[in-house]
């Protein structure tokens, strides 16, 4: 079940917030009294209220909004539990000051917004010394393996404890927490108006991630990188689940450099079975791995993760998909050989996606210029395949017949931003952006103005998503619903 929070100034935004909640499915909410502007009128929170609710009424030195005494604070739970409110919550330290009356059940917390301390066992314990129906422990995620060690304290409780970990590194412990059938997690009434740093929207936590129904036998997948938050794969794979009715969630990890192999260790544990790797863990995963396929040895670099038993797999559909994209552009046979043997391409970046790109266009017989923003990476991996280079400044004096962005200049929010200058465009030349969102790059733009043949970031995007669709499931990707996706969320689709 999801609880989720509402905290408004205004009595009636509250209600009208709470209201609308229910008719969208909620089955419980948390109604923050500390964000009340003025005098807080309980009965009128509470009557005809159409679902349960839990009262809180936060301190700020708790994260919260309450500006009053201290007194009045405690008063007014009192008052709660007295008008029969479902849940209240009480922080530790003022747990005994509130009794046990009526039906009310007692959410004992603990909150820490500052790390995830060691001795959160002991925590524990302390709280469940409170007479507490549920146990809540709320700490902020510095390091990957805080999200681990808040869900194996779930799991070991005897007590209902709903624990979760803070921040965009803690988001997956608040979505893994429903395989360990905790009494319930928390959401926000928008995805904007976060009440607790990490905390996903309503709409989200039920349209995207399905959290109702996930199970103990859930299979999870994710992409990795960091940062994360821009990131739409949850959004397509997720649709591409749902679609098939299939018992999976896939979420969004955002991995640190230095958690990468704590990561890779705990996840078979968490269920996790895959996952999609990005920026800036494509080339660092592969020496942590077990198995390692062609194409991968290949490029040096990995995107796909798959975990069997007590084996680990890497997987590069980057390629694949990029080469895809080409073949139907260009109208390439499949299996044709070294199509683009009189091509020169251009590649603009240094990264994973370039190495990919790079590893098929000498493969199809194109001449490779590389032009890197780091110099340094762009001959590293021009030695590696033996192409040529050129400085960043000089990127506009190649003669080239393939022009290729394997950077994120362009991607949002920079959206007026493009890595090649418009006047060095030509008719025919395929310009391929590998930037997702927005499809419509300003280099995309230009280049459609330019008459030049364009592969957008999309067309990759889903063609890669859909090869680690079939490499997660056995099964072909709904590859017109994955497009239908990406584009409604970058603002593409047509309304």
């Known amino acids: 079940m999801i609880c989720v929070s509402i905290g408004r100034g205004r009595h009636r935004h509250m209600i009208a917030e709470f209201h609308h909640l229910v008719d969208e499915g909620a089955q419980l909410v948390e109604l923050r009294l500390d964000y009340i502007n003025g005098e807080v009128n309980l009965k009128r929170l509470l009557n005809d209220r159409p679902c349960p609710v839990i009262v809180t009424c936060r301190r700020e030195q708790d994260g919260g909004m309450w500006k009053g005494s201290e007194k009045n604070r405690q008063l007014l739970l009192r008052s709660a539990v007295a008008e029969g409110v479902e849940y209240v919550d009480l922080e530790e330290d003022i747990a005994a000051e ?22 959160l066992d002991e925590i524990h314990r302390r709280l469940c010394r409170l007479d507490p129906d549920i146990v809540k422990i709320a700490t902020m995620a510095n390091h990957w393996h805080d999200n681990v060690r808040i869900l194996r304290l779930i799991d070991q409780s005897e007590i209902p404890t709903v624990g979760m ?14 395989r360990l059938g905790v009494p319930f997690t928390y959401a926000t009434f928008h995805h904007e108006r976060a009440l607790a740093p990490g905390q996903l929207s309503f709409s989200q936590m039920t349209n995207v991630y399905n959290y109702d129904l996930i199970r103990p036998d859930t299979e999870v997948f994710g992409v990795i990188a960091d940062p994360i938050g821009h990131s739409l794969s949850p959004l397509i794979h997720n649709a591409a689940f749902q679609h098939f009715k299939m018992d999976r969630v896939y979420l969004s990890f955002r991995i640190p450099r230095e958690d990468l192999l704590e990561f890779l260790t705990d996840a078979p544990d968490l269920g996790v079975r895959g996952v999609s790797v990005t920026i800036p863990h494509k080339e660092a995963v592969i020496r942590h791995l077990t198995k390692i396929d062609g194409a991968v040895l290949g490029i040096g670099a990995a995107n796909t993760v798959i975990f069997e038993g007590d084996k680990s797999i890497a997987y590069n559909t980057d390629y694949r998909a990029a080469m895809n994209s080409f073949d139907q552009t260009m109208g390439f046979v499949p299996g044709s050989k070294q199509p683009l043997s009189s091509k020169t391409a251009l590649v603009l970046g240094a990264g994973g996606v370039a190495k990919a ?24 991996l021009a030695k590696q395949f033996e192409c040529q280079t050129t400085t960043w400044e000089r990127r506009h004096t190649v003669k080239c017949d393939i022009l290729i962005n394997g950077t994120p200049v362009g991607m949002h929010p920079n ?81």
């Open 98 to 119: 509130i009794p046990r009356f009526g039906k009310t059940k007692r959410i004992i917390s603990h909150h820490d917004f500052a790390a995830t301390p060691g001795n």
């Open 165 to 178: 970990c803070m921040g965009e590194i803690g988001t997956p412990s608040r979505i893994l927490a429903a």
């Open 357 to 380: 790109l790079v590893f098929g266009l000498k493969r199809r017989g194109a001449a490779v210029v590389i032009a890197g923003r780091t110099e340094s990476r762009a001959i590293e």
């Open 415 to 495: 959206v007026d931003e493009t890595p090649f200058d418009q006047n060095y465009l030509r008719p025919n030349m395929i310009v391929f952006d590998t930037v997702y969102n927005p499809e419509q790059t300003l280099l995309v733009k230009q280049a459609r103005e330019k008459h030049c043949k364009v592969i957008s970031g999309v067309d990759m995007f889903v063609s890669q998503a859909a090869l680690q669709f079939k490499l997660f499931t056995n099964q072909e990707a709904p590859i017109e619903l994955m497009r239908e996706q990406i584009k409604r969320a970058t603002g593409a689709a047509k309304l």
